[in-house]
T-cell receptor, first 117, second 108 residues
Framework: GAVVSQHPSRVICKSGTSVKIECRSLDFQATTMFWYRQFPKQSLMLMATSNEGSKATYEQGVEKDKFLINHASLTLSTLTVTSAHPEDSSFYIC?????????????FGEGSWLTVV | DAKTTQPNSMESNEEEPVHLPCNHS???????IHWYRQLPSQGPEYVIH???SNVNNRMASLAIAEDRKSSTLILHRATLRDAAVYYCILRSGNQFYFGTGTSLTVIP
């Protein structure tokens, strides 16, 4: 099946700094990628939809200036958490839509643990 | 967002079949039913999806009710590696919105 890779898998940053997480589709082109956040023992929460070559679409309640999303190519989307605070510590997961076939299956990355200290 | 309802948790004995139910009474005619599972500290893994007809693949079977208001994921022989949170999701347009899922415990 299609492979989506995230980097880094774990990152620790100081409060007030910014951190970037990359999401790559390794064997297919993805015009649309998605970013989720997951707190411990909770479900995934969709943050934004990343569209190649255009602005991301954010879900209600997600601060676009804090969570910067760039989808510069058909295989790469990045999420930058700006001025990170301890409450931003979470598991961030990206996914990409593989077109073709029925249902347009979405494949997920391995996730990135962010700890803000 | 089309919503799904799943039991919070289920248990199964190893090597026995498991039936994971999902209710989606507000499903629209064009919504696909997707199932994913998530192991701790990993991204969700695709299991199976369908629209109207029952589906089988190497991982599981998906039984869809005739009125499409419910579906059941069937694991034919549960193994310890099948212990995970299973999510039933309706694809509405581009986005996937996750519900709470069912945490499956497999008892050796």
């Amino acid at each position: 099946g299609a492979v989506v890779s995230q980097h880094p898998s774990r990152v620790i940053c100081k409060s007030g700094t910014s951190v970037k997480i990359e999401c790559r589709s390794l064997d297919f082109q993805a015009t649309t990628m998605f970013w989720y956040r997951q707190f411990p023992k909770q479900s995934l929460m969709l943050m934004a939809t990343s569209n190649e070559g255009s602005k991301a679409t954010y879900e209600q309640g997600v601060e676009k200036d804090k969570f910067l999303i760039n989808h510069a190519s058909l295989t790469l989307s990045t999420l930058t958490v700006t001025s990170a605070h301890p409450e931003d510590s979470s598991f961030y997961i990206c996914s990409a839509r593989a077109t073709g076939g029925s249902g347009n299956t979405i494949y997920f990355g391995e996730g990135s643990w962010l700890t803000v200290v | 967002d089309a919503k799904t309802t799943q039991p919070n948790s289920m248990e199964s004995n190893e090597e026995e079949p498991v039936h994971l139910p999902c209710n989606h009474s507000t499903i629209s005619g064009t919504d696909y039913i997707h199932w994913y599972r998530q192991l701790p500290s990993q991204g969700p893994e695709y299991v199976i999806h369908g629209l109207t007809s029952n589906v089988n693949n190497r991982m599981a079977s998906l039984a869809i009710a005739e009125d499409r208001k419910s579906s059941t994921l069937i694991l034919h022989r549960a193994t310890l590696r099948d212990a995970a949170v299973y999510y039933c999701i309706l694809r509405s347009g581009n986005q996937f919105y996750f519900g709470t899922g069912t945490s499956l415990t497999v008892i050796p």
